[in-house]
Nanobody, 116 residues
């Protein structure tokens, strides 16, 4: 199973930016999910193994950008125009090649807090 590790979370003011990183052990499709306190985990974005296909949830489309650097074995989630409702623990996980099925388990995640 592909091993993944998230990093890059922090505290930022509304309107600010953060970039999350997901280091992986083997090349595969990867997705980002998030879970706010008291809420269910939700899909955020995903990218295929070569970086040519991406998906976004409606809530982040136009504000977040997912990319990958296979030479560094890292997926990035650039988050701009952050809102308080983006506050959550963010997780990366292995996805199917069609980017619609989660295959991987959950790691510890990285906390993102957006203050108003």
């Amino acid at each position: 199973q592909v091993q993944l590790e998230e990093s890059g979370g922090g505290l930022v003011q509304a309107g600010g930016s953060l970039r999350l990183s997901c280091k992986y052990s083997e090349e595969s499709a990867v997705g980002w999910f998030r879970q706010a306190a008291g809420q269910e985990r939700e899909f955020v974005s995903a990218i295929n193994s070569h970086g040519g296909t991406t998906r976004y949830s409606d809530s982040v489309k136009g504000r977040f950008t997912i990319t990958r650097d296979n030479a560094r074995k890292t997926i990035y989630l650039q988050m701009n125009s952050l809102r308080p409702e983006d506050t959550a623990v963010y997780y990366c996980t292995q996805m199917s090649a069609t980017l619609n099925i989660r295959h991987g388990s959950w790691g510890q995640g990285t906390q993102v807090t957006v203050s108003s």
